[in-house]
């Protein structure tokens, strides 16, 4: 039972990140706008939280370090490819480019520090119970806020005024703007909570994670928050499940390997990918068909005066 | 503009960075290197030896690296880069540069060239690698002493022979102590990526391993194991600031009196393509201090390493058996041969898993 219990723990602290920034990607996208520069932003999110933290000592101003860190990045590429109607996909890419030079630059001086990671919920009582206590009411601030995050996402897209008008955006950006919407600022606002979520999720990692800043930390996890929007068809009921998917095969398979189950680990390494597409492509099969990707995903916008 | 220029390659090979300064008539060193200076691994320690080569011949050498370089087909045009450079001595760091490397040395005959672990020569190319299984020996004669539960973690990046040749080292030594200790074995299938690294840490330690070894470059495993009260050992670099009451040891790339001695030799115009395998007896990789372990079991570390620097002692003395109980041919007299421990494809007895692709 033990185990059990240290597996979901596990999962949750690997799945977080990915929960936090696909979220944001996800309403990124809804406004019909591609940021490729998902990994960029995490990283320096990552390097500016630490140095946020490691300077204060209040894992707090690290993390707001990280969302004020990815919340600039994402200016950039609103800059680029909304105000400059860039190509959105190679705005994106060079984002990421920057990004993992610019963390590297800032956390130079970080290298080799390490700090006391984000403390956990304990309620006496609470917290002991076996099994679920330490799952349920034993987590850092950073998972609690990752699951309010998406609920709040959910109910704003799907249950607000606003979330509509952003919606339509994404879909029909000519429609929105002949209505009378600022379909620039509102893009331009959605990007910013995308670069915001990003810069938390990659300051999740050296707050939380693993406590110490290396460059290139993020190894990818950000074009996996990229994917599990893509196959989550822009719904964040499945990005949740996508993404805590992803992290417990991912943690499974390292079980399993511990277990010497005999899968060659390569096959192993592979899974979380293969069983992430999988569930997600037959969810989407399963309800109605045709394509749910906002229509106008990706397509520049230049309002004639 | 040079320097432009070679920023601009840079750039190209996703953000690498470069640092050079221009002066003529001194020997051009040029290094490629897989990862960022400040990886805390692999790449460290080999910018480590780069400024033990500058500060021992001061501005008689000009030096200039590229850092995440990706190994494949992109490396050869950062190498070809560092060769219209002026560079005359190029070090390439990683086993994955090998046929670049090798591509690049046969276009330009003039140009010497320094390959990092990997088996392909030419007359203009060297490789050079170091003899870690004894560092690994030594560790498994530790982990045994130090460990409760008679389960020791492994965490391993690809099942390469580098790789296995270090785990069946670990347990020839540690069933030495005792025959009866166990090992799990986890491939993380990457050498640098802290957030898996540390997973696999957590689930080595969630399934009863006490002691955590790990051939993946990140400080992520010590970390974890110095957060959960357990024991570890370091990898390439000094890790103990990650685990000041967890590292036992760790073993470290010393690259240093390596390089000094090709770039005298460049210097000297006595250069000549070699192939070095080094190990503890030539500091090719040093082991770092033993610490967090009683007296009697330094003692024994101490003298382990004592001996194989003696040469007394192999870690892959006949016989060595294998997984099935049967005895591995012994090609080297005494000893495995050097080239059936460079191709090591199988576990030795006591270890329960399975060989990936076996």
Redesign the interface.
């Known amino acids: 039972m033990e185990?059990v219990e240290?597996?979901i723990l596990?999962v949750l602290?690997?799945s977080t990140?990915l929960l936090i920034a696909a979220t944001g990607e996800l309403v990124t996208e809804r406004s019909g706008v591609l940021n490729l520069g998902v990994e960029g932003m995490m990283i320096v999110g990552a390097a500016c939280g630490f140095g946020g933290a490691w300077l204060t000592g209040s894992i707090f101003i690290g993390a707001l370090s990280g969302i004020i860190a990815g919340t600039l990045m994402s200016l950039i590429f609103a800059l680029m490819a909304l105000g400059l109607a860039v190509n959105q996909v190679a705005t994106g890419l060079a984002l990421t480019?920057?990004g993992?030079?610019l963390s590297?630059l800032i956390?130079?001086g970080f290298?080799?520090e390490?700090l006391t990671?984000a403390a956990q919920l304990h309620i006496p009582g609470l917290t002991d119970v076996p099994l679920i206590g330490r799952v349920l009411f034993g987590q850092d601030a950073f998972v609690y806020f990752s699951i309010a995050l998406i609920i709040g996402v959910w109910w704003f897209l799907y249950r607000t005024r606003a979330g509509l008008i952003l919606r339509a955006c994404g879909d029909n950006h000519v429609s929105a703007h002949a209505l009378g919407y600022p379909v620039l600022r509102i893009r331009t606002l959605a990007v910013m909570f995308g670069g915001a979520c990003a810069g938390l999720a990659g300051a999740y990692?050296p707050l939380a994670?693993?406590?110490?800043f290396?460059?290139?930390?993020t190894?990818?996890?950000g074009w996996i928050a990229l994917a599990l929007v893509v196959f989550a068809s822009w719904r964040p009921g499945r990005l949740v499940i996508g993404a805590y998917l992803f992290g417990a095969v991912?943690?499974l398979q390292?079980?399993a390997?511990?277990?010497?189950v005999?899968i060659?680990?390569?096959f192993?390494?592979a899974l979380p990918y293969l069983a992430t597409v999988v569930v997600l492509v037959l969810l989407s099969r399963a309800r109605t068909g045709g394509s749910t990707a906002p229509a106008a995903l990706g397509t520049a916008f230049v309002p004639d005066r | 503009m040079r320097k432009s220029l070679l920023a601009l390659a840079a750039?190209l090979l996703?953000?690498g960075?470069v640092s050079a300064a221009s002066a003529a008539d001194k020997l051009k060193v040029g290094f490629i290197y897989l990862?960022?200076i400040?990886?805390?691994g692999w790449t460290y320690q080999h910018e480590l030896a780069r400024q033990a080569l500058v500060k021992e011949f001061g501005d008689k050498i000009e030096t200039t690296y590229l850092e995440?370089v990706p190994e494949g087909p992109d490396a050869e045009r950062a190498i070809e880069q560092l060769v219209r450079a002026g560079n005359k001595l190029i070090f390439t760091t990683s086993f994955g540069y090998m046929d670049p490397t090798l591509k690049v040395a046969k276009k330009y005959p003039n140009v010497h060239f320094e390959h990092a672990t990997g088996y392909k020569r030419n007359a203009n190319m060297s490789t050079y690698s170091s003899k870690w299984y004894q560092g690994r020996y030594i560790q498994g004669l530790i982990a045994a002493k130090m460990s409760k539960s008679g389960v020791l973690?492994y965490i391993g990046s690809f099942?390469i022979p580098e790789v296995v040749s270090g785990i069946n080292a670990t347990m020839i030594a540690a069933q030495s102590i005792n025959p009866n200790i166990k090992v799990?074995?986890?491939?993380?299938?990457?050498w640098?990526?802290?957030?898996?690294?540390?997973?696999?840490a957590?689930?080595?330690i969630?399934?009863g391993?006490d002691v955590i070894m790990q051939h993946t470059d990140?400080?992520?495993a010590m970390?974890?194991a110095s957060?959960r009260g357990k024991l570890a050992f370091g990898q390439d670099s000094e890790m103990i600031?990650?685990g000041p009451k967890t590292q036992l040891t760790s073993i470290l790339d010393t690259w240093a009196p390596y390089y000094i001695a090709r770039v005298k030799a460049e210097l000297d115009g006595t250069w000549k393509s070699e192939d070095t395998w080094g190990g503890l007896d030539s500091h090719m990789f040093a082991m770092a201090p033993y610490t967090n372990m009683p007296d009697d079991v330094k003692k024994i570390a101490e003298d382990a390493q004592a001996a194989i620097i003696a040469g007394k002692l192999h870690p892959f003395k006949c016989p060595v058996i294998g997984q099935d109980g049967k005895e591995i041919e012994c090609k080297g007299g005494a000893n495995l041969a050097d080239g059936q421990i460079l191709g090591m494809n199988f576990y030795v007895k006591g270890i329960?898993?399975?060989l990936?692709?076996k």
């Open positions: 185990l240290a597996i596990s602290a690997a990140p480019i920057l993992i030079g590297g956390g130079a290298v080799g390490r990671p990692l994670y693993t406590p110490f290396i460059p290139g930390m190894a990818g996890r991912t943690i390292l079980h390997q511990g277990w010497g005999g060659p680990s390569q192993m390494s | 750039g996703l953000a960075s990862g960022p400040g990886d805390l995440n973690g099942p799990k074995i986890i491939w993380a299938n990457t640098f990526d802290p957030g898996k690294e540390a997973d696999a957590k689930a080595l969630d399934q391993a990140s400080p992520a970390q974890i957060e600031k990650f329960d898993d399975k990936p692709g």
